[in-house]
């Protein structure tokens, strides 16, 4: 009975042993993680930007030298420049909107015109909609009145929201330096990556993995996000240069609906209606309604260019993150979210296919 007792005795030392380096394991990680939490929005969007800058980097190495830290600095400042400038004149031109809404509304010119007999008619919100129009141009400041908790607390959550979409466009910002620094170190990061993959899944499947995520990084940042940022700076520069209110957060619906894989032209049309409407046909509404249009459908052209170059991901996908990451994350989620469940989706369906052999079969 010795001998078994003794065994006993370390078999329960061993297992004591796993468990508190075990648990010592899980509260260093919980620690390390709540540390890291603040910057995991800031650390992953830099490395989406970063794995997406990167083949430039190395197509200026030539022409530029062989620095890598130089070619990495001279990105980012031609970046931050081209971001900053178009996000200047935006948001000029939404505080102009304001201003004038602001204005007009103070200066008693502002009146909404009557209803018209056939809203009425329109089945289950007909009458209550007339009801609320006919006394909105009639009686508004009594109207206003009404509904001031109401116009509040739109009001902040409007305002709420702009304070996110800004404090998103700094981070943007910084991530956008802190992927400079990674870019200047890109080949002992690539290394990096590959040597975690191996690590995880094997030396055989571990390359074959860390190149599928950044195809896929690469493909969804360009062909989805990438394609959505130029159609919102073609479109909102055109809505500045033409004067078209509010066209600043035109130009952010714009951004939203190219994300969200939906028609640019839900926005322009619109805006190519109400111009025609509102100065007639002439030479200036005639080129910017040629010009908004196309630069509505630009993305036809850029999604093969860019998008089939990676790997296909279902539009599906890329819709499902983007209004997951704008839930859980604000403005930067939109931009990772598709980005991040893209990733996994092509891993799941990389686990699926890479099925080991069936006993007594073939071997591969």
Known sequence: ???????????????LDVLIRAGLIAVLVLFCFEIFSPFRDLMLWALILAITLYPLQQR????????????????????????????????????????????????????????????ASWPLVGQPLSDLWLQASTNLPDLTAKYIPQIKDVSLTLLSKMAGVGMGFLTFIFALIIAGIFMAHGEGGSRSAVQIASRVSGPGRGPKIAALCTATIRAVALGVVGIA???????GLGFVFKGIPGAGLLALAVLLLGIMQLPVTLITLPAIVFVFTTEGANTATIVFAIYVFIAGLVDNVLKPLLLGRGVDVPMPVVLIGALGGMVTSGIIGLFIG????????????????????EEGGPQP
């Open 1 to 15: 009975m010795e001998p078994t007792s003794f065994s006993e005795k370390t078999l329960t030392r061993t297992l």
């Open 60 to 119: 200026l190495k030539g022409p530029l030298g062989q620095r890598d830290g130089r070619i990495a600095t001279l990105i980012i400042l031609i970046a931050i420049i081209i971001l900053v400038l178009p996000i200047y004149f935006l948001g000029t031109s939404i505080a102009d909107s304001v201003e004038r809404a602001m204005e007009l509304v103070k200066g008693g010119d502002f009146h909404i015109p009557p209803p018209a007999e056939s809203v």
């Open 229 to 235: 940022f130029i159609q919102m700076l073609l479109v």
């Open 338 to 357: 598709p980005v991040v469940l893209a990733v996994g989706y092509q891993l799941f369906w990389q686990w699926v296919q890479d099925r080991p052999p």
